[in-house]
Every structure is written in C-alpha cells, then in structure tokens.
C-alpha cells in the first residue's frame, strides 16, 4: 500500500519504517511537528529525521512552519489535555496531505512509543481518517520499541531526552524545592 507515515523525530522511525517495509508498503515520511520546543530543538529533529531518512533511503516531505503561538494556544486550551491537541494537530495535518497527495492512507510513529498515549492516538487516526475521507493505518508498534532504540544507536542518531512540547521540557527537569530550600534535580 501506498503509505504516508508521520513522523514525530527520526528515532522513533526505526522500527515502524522496518516493519512497515517488511509487510510491503510503500513509504514516505511526513514531518509535522510544531509541538517540539525551542526552535534549536525542533532543527535538531528534524535534522535527525532527514538524517535517517537518507540513511533508511526513504522519501520525507517536511513541513516546515513553527506555529508556537498556534500550538501553545491549543495546547492550553485543550478541554481534553495538551497531549490530545498535539496528537489531532499533527495527525488531521497527515491525513490532508496524504489525502491530497493520491496516498492510500496514513499512519504515525507515533504508535512505536510506550511513553505516548496510544489508545488517544489510535482513537483520533481513526476519528480522522473518517472525516478526513483517508484509512488510518493502526499497528501498535510498541512491542518493537527496543529493538528501534538499537537501530537508532546503531545509526548514531540523536535521541532527544524529553518529548517535544516545553511543558514536556519542564516535566522532564524541573523538580520541586525540597523543604531545605534545596532544589531535588539539577537546576
Ligand atoms: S507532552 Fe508530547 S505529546 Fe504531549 S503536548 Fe507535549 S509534545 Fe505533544
């Protein structure tokens, strides 16, 4: 099948990208992120992706607008959570492009990692898909999750230490003042 993958970073490429070709489809990467915060960071991914994309041989389409005013007003707005806007925003974005673009659907690396909220994810591929007028390709991906992150080492890629969004950012290294006055993490 002609498939448009989404792509959230190039590590978590891997293994769907294997797996997808191991069961014949025909591939494109489509990079969308305009969650992953700063700037430095969001260039370094997608630089990442563009690297494994030309090591993997695979064809990437990069979209490359930073909306951040777009994005965090979404993000904190979201009656839901931000995660759930972050997902549809980027997922609704593939499903046009591979509508318009003669795909026969679509689907995310966003599958690949236990970290993520699948059933979410899975829930609005599909919600999407059918508004969209385009098949969502669900694999749960998770149980190669593993065996990516060796492809990515094995590959020399950069594995980013926090999800994207700067509220991940903050999650991932802030730790409240102890009672001391003492911060617990390293800042
Ligand atoms: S934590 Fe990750 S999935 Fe959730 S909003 Fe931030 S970047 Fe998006």
């Not at 991914?45 to 064809?59: I, V």
């Not at 965090?72 to 972050?86: F, H, I, K, N």
């Amino acid at each position: 099948m002609k498939m448009l993958l989404h792509m959230c970073c190039g590590p978590c490429s891997a293994f769907p990208v294997k797996h997808l070709r191991e069961l014949g489809h025909e591939l494109t990467g489509y990079f969308y992120n305009p969650n992953i915060h700063p700037y430095k960071e969001f260039a370094r991914r997608l630089e990442t992706s563009r690297e494994f994309a030309a090591k993997a041989g695979l064809p990437l389409i990069v979209e490359p607008e930073y909306t951040l005013e777009d994005f965090l007003s979404r993000a904190l707005a979201g009656p839901q959570g931000r995660c759930r806007e972050c997902y549809e925003l980027r997922l609704r974005r593939a499903a046009r492009y591979a509508k318009a673009n003669g795909f026969a659907c679509f689907t995310t690396t966003l599958l690949v990692s236990p970290y993520q909220q699948h059933d979410v994810i899975r829930e609005l591929g599909e919600a999407i898909g059918r508004e969209e007028g385009i098949a969502f390709h669900y694999i749960d991906f998770r149980p190669g999750w593993q065996e990516g992150v060796q492809i990515s080492k094995d590959l020399e890629l950069y594995r980013q230490p926090y999800c994207g969004c700067i509220f991940s950012e903050r999650d991932r290294y802030y730790k409240p003042r102890k009672e001391n006055g003492q911060h617990a993490g390293r800042i």
